[in-house]
């Protein structure tokens, strides 16, 4: 099943849509402005009467799967429940209406709800001081390595590298990168988890940081963390802490006293806000004491139950977004928060944990496991044998969950495991699903060594069947390459392809 | 405890087939001194009390009514037809991931198509990316784009973009070792000449006249654009920008003290393979069927790692699917209407306000579009004035320009009907 684009649909003799003011006269546009300054030809925009609209969207909705209906194994993504009063709280005309200009004393509900929650966050990860104004994890991570090269200029120090896991998730190395640093990596042992000798060895008065998620991609705790902290301590450098595994440990433990310096958090997969089909998420980054003085100018600040944005930072990396952040994300996450409180909050990391090693022992007779157990909120599995022995790898793996309207587990990360599974469940799963999730991969891999060649044009059950990203690559640069009209990247009306 | 699934009698289960029998045999890994007895926070609340407390934090903020807002700098009242939130409000595509396994995310990944298309023909350019986080963050990496492209390593800021887009310039330029130079002639070390349209002021610039001297410096031209204005002003592809980027709220998104908004950047084919961020493009399964897929993800962070075009990861989707639900609403016609409605009743309203005793247009003989800048006596006690009659009025530009003391900006759109014009003036007259 397939949707026609708007741009098909459209029909531009359909009545436009009643808006305020059109019949009222004043000042014609065209006789103040002056010509040079106007468009020559209306934009290509479509145009669809309303109820046209609303079943091409309806439509359009049907074609995606989702965590409202299908369970999402994806590996350090943690696609939990996302709790419909977190929508209800964001939509009150009390926070949906403020204009981010509006005078301080008329903002007074939504700066004590970010104040309270940076509170709630230090509580969590154990920092004096939390930024909520990070857009996505990515950009937290940037601006916590903004914030150390700050710091370590302050000391008149200059530090070009930070070293990164080669377990790593690929955001790690481009935000170092784009911060101004060399990234060096540093390897895994045989066990998984980071090799302290290769560390030591790449540890020098270079090293501005070490950038490390606990549990690591691969599920597991470091159980050395305390060593590695005191390690790169010991050579003037910052430890970061990348808190897209911060769901394994939240009332357990916390990164701030395994000697984390900056730690940046994603409300989008620890805080249940929606992950959107890819956004809007928040990434918030909380810091120790030394880094405060760096943190990204306004922080809100709190005096007698008064609420203020204090622009007087003078050490300031700056502003690394408008306004105060994604506002709308900080009261889904708070109310999260509340309605959790510490116990809930503790009890979920548990049982995701619990949850994933459950599902890691009921799919461990299927798939390799190159790593020991326990896991903590996920683990990583391989098909690198079946790829030897039937060529089924896996991404048809993946395809042929979808087709048993399961999301697809990450595949091919991390990087230092073949042919890798990765499988987070999250605490929000029931038993039963995981249980029918086992299943599943157990006939996908019973198929595999009977009829390889049927997973290989899986999945059959969705919209379109497996896309040829190649194909699609190749015309992309036909295009950019003049050699065709056909821009692939945006929908052309067939005359202006065939012109 | 809400959300959680697993009964008593489940845990005991799982436990037994783990082969362990507590959660805390799990967690052995964890050095014991660093294991905690339990988070300093309050015990969780019911939905009824949780629900009570945010919104008596909200009850704490005042809202203006839309029709009684003439505050603009950068985020503005509109009308939003109730498509938009029906459409985004759908579980399947507020709950989807980022849409990595596309045969399983065609809703999504055909409407940021359709969204890329929408940005493409609103600016003129050949492609757009699937969304970036906010107008700020677009003019960085648009500048970033730029030094990457031709090796220079200054951008230079002409007029008056957005305070806080250049304080957001500013940080990523610092990262990358690039200089920001505001004001003057582009010249040979210049990566790009960053302009916006009608600027922070709501003044329009010579878009033409800038980009020449841009390319005449061999350096970009990169506008920062008002979406809605883009229904009636010549968009930067007719005038021969490189890139465009800009702010999407106005396009069907709630103020929401700030964010989430939608950032958009939209530029020549030339440039395409520096793009930041997600691309969506189509493909054909074995059917010959056409789906969409993430495409060129070679320029991405977790293909090329630490040489990558940018980092961004998570972007804002379900915004761009507002602004894709918006403009498909509008159509040209009414994106056309909603724009000159604002126009005209915003130089009704400069014509009533430069009337007023003491009040001057600050700059008389530019042109604006709905967004204008006005000298006021006393003008904080202006705004506040306004604001004890429920009116939130100009803004204090002054904040972020030292040269322009006593300057607000006023703002005019389709919301603020000829009564609420009736009422701005007469609270000011009274």
């Known amino acids: 099943m397939t949707e026609p684009l708007s741009f098909e649909l459209s029909r531009p003799a359909v009545d436009p849509p009643r808006l305020p003011g059109a019949e009222e006269g004043g000042a014609a546009l065209g006789d103040v402005l002056p010509g040079e300054l106007l468009r020559s030809r209306p934009p290509g925009l479509p145009r669809l009467s309303e109820p046209e609209l609303m079943r091409h969207y309806s439509r359009l909705a049907s074609l995606n799967y989702s965590i409202s209906e299908n369970f999402y194994p994806l590996g350090s993504c943690t696609m939990k429940y996302n709790p419909v009063a977190n929508e209800a709280a964001a939509a009150l005309p009390g926070f949906a209406g403020l204009h981010p200009y509006q005078d301080e004393e008329t903002v007074q509900?939504?700066?004590?709800?970010?104040?309270?929650?940076?509170?709630?966050?230090?509580?969590?990860?154990?920092?004096?001081?939390?930024?909520?104004?990070?857009?996505?994890?990515?950009?937290?991570?940037?601006?916590?390595?903004?914030?150390?090269?700050?710091?370590?200029?302050?000391?008149?120090?200059?530090?070009?590298e930070v070293l990164v896991p080669d377990s790593a998730h690929g955001t790690n190395p481009a935000s170092a990168a784009l911060s101004g640093f060399q990234v060096v990596e540093v390897l895994s042992g045989p066990d998984g988890r980071i090799s302290l000798a290769d560390l030591e060895s790449k540890l020098s008065p270079r090293t501005a940081a070490l950038m490390l998620t606990n549990p690591n991609t691969l599920g597991l705790f470091e159980r050395e963390i305390l060593d590695i902290a005191e390690l790169v301590h010991s050579t003037g450098a910052m430890l970061y802490y990348d808190g897209a595994n911060l769901n394994a440990f939240m009332g357990i433990c916390r990164p701030g006293d395994m000697g984390f310096d900056a730690v940046h958090m994603n409300l989008h997969k620890t805080f249940t806000t929606p992950h959107g089909g890819g956004g809007p998420g928040a990434g918030p980054v909380g810091v120790k004491s030394e880094l405060v003085p760096f943190l990204p100018s306004p922080t809100v600040e709190r005096t007698d139950g008064h609420l203020t944005l204090d622009h007087k930072h003078p050490q300031s990396i700056g502003r690394v977004r408008s306004f105060y952040g994604n506002f709308g994300m900080l009261v889904r996450a708070y109310t999260y928060i509340l309605a959790m409180g510490g116990d809930g909050l503790s009890q979920a990391s548990q049982d995701a944990v619990l949850s994933a090693n459950y599902l890691r022992k009921l799919v461990e007779g299927d798939l390799e496991m190159p790593h020991d157990g326990p896991c903590m909120h996920e683990f990583v599995a391989s098909a690198n044998h079946l790829n030897h022995e039937n060529g089924v790898r896996a991404l048809d793996i993946a395809k042929a969950l979808l087709d048993r309207q399961f999301y697809a587990p990450t595949v091919y990360f991390p990087l230092v495991v073949p042919e890798a599974i990765m499988v987070e469940p999250t605490e929000t799963e029931s038993k039963a699903t995981l249980d029918s999730f086992a299943h599943a991969i157990k006939e996908i891999v019973a198929e595999a060594r009977t009829n390889p060649q049927g997973l290989h044009e899986e999945p059959k059950n969705t919209p379109v069947g497996r896309l040829d990203e190649v194909a699609a690559a190749r015309r992309i640069n036909a295009y950019l390459q003049g050699q065709s009209e056909d821009p692939v990247l945006r929908w052309k009306s067939p005359s202006e392809t065939a012109s | 405890m809400p959300y959680l699934v697993h009964s008593p009698e489940d845990r005991s289960a799982m436990l037994e087939t783990i082969g362990v029998k507590s959660i805390n045999d799990l967690l052995v890994d964890i050095p014991q001194s660093l294991r905690l007895r339990s988070l300093q926070l309050p015990a969780g609340l019911s939905e009824f009390e949780t629900m009570a407390e945010v919104a008596a934090l909200a009850g704490r903020n005042r809202v203006f009514p839309d029709r009684l807002t003439f505050r603009g700098g950068g985020?503005?009242?509109?009308?939003?037809?109730?498509?938009?939130?029906?459409?985004?409000?759908?579980?399947?595509?507020?709950?989807?991931?980022?849409?990595?396994?596309?045969?399983?995310s065609q809703g999504t990944l055909q409407a940021i198509f359709e969204y890329q298309t929408l940005i493409a023909e609103l600016t003129g350019l050949d492609v757009s990316n699937a969304s970036l986080y906010d107008g700020a963050t677009a003019v960085a990496e648009a500048a970033m784009m730029a030094h990457v492209h031709n090796g220079r390593d200054e951008v230079l800021v002409s007029g008056y973009l957005h305070p806080e887009y250049v304080q957001v310039l500013r940080a990523f330029s610092e990262a990358r070792g690039i200089k920001v130079r505001k004001g003057g002639e582009p010249n040979k070390k210049t990566a790009a000449v960053i302009f916006q349209q009608p600027d922070f002021l709501g003044l329009l610039v010579d878009p033409r006249a800038l980009t020449t001297a841009a390319h005449d410096a061999g350096a970009l031209a990169i506008a920062c654009v008002d979406p809605i204005s883009l229904a009636v002003l010549a968009p930067p592809g007719e005038y021969g920008a490189d890139i465009a980027v800009g702010e999407g709220q106005q396009l069907g998104m709630a103020p929401s003290f700030g964010g989430p908004h939608v950032g958009f950047i939209a530029c020549r084919k030339e440039l395409v393979r520096k793009l930041p961020g997600r691309l969506v493009g189509t493909a054909h399964d074995v059917q010959g069927r056409r789906g969409f897929v993430l495409a060129l993800a070679a320029r991405e962070q977790h293909i090329r790692r630490e040489k990558a075009t940018s980092n961004i990861c998570t972007n804002h989707s379900l915004c761009a699917l507002a602004a894709a639900v918006y403009l498909t609403y509008m159509g040209p016609y009414g994106l056309r209407q909603v724009a000159e409605v604002s126009f005209k009743r915003a130089h009704a309203l400069a014509e009533r306000l430069a009337a007023l005793p003491g009040w001057e247009m600050a700059f008389p003989e530019r042109r604006f579009l709905n967004e204008f800048p006005v000298r006021v006596p006393k003008s904080s006690a202006v705004v506040r004035k306004l604001a004890r009659k429920g009116i939130l009025g100009g803004l204090d530009v002054s904040r972020w320009f030292r040269e322009l003391k006593g300057v607000l900006t006023f703002t005019c759109t389709e919301v603020n009907d000829a009564k609420a014009l009736d009422e701005l003036v007469a609270a000011l007259e009274s």
């Open chain 1, 109 to 160: 509900g939504a700066l004590e709800l970010m104040w309270r929650l940076e509170q709630a966050l230090c509580a969590v990860v154990g920092v004096d001081r939390v930024t909520l104004q990070p857009a996505a994890g990515a950009h937290g991570e940037w601006t916590a390595l903004r914030m150390i090269r700050a710091y370590q200029h302050s000391k008149g120090e200059a530090r070009t």
């Open chain 2, 75 to 104: 985020v503005y009242r509109r009308f939003i037809p109730s498509a938009v939130a029906a459409v985004t409000s759908k579980p399947e595509f507020y709950t989807a991931y980022t849409p990595y396994q596309a045969e399983a």
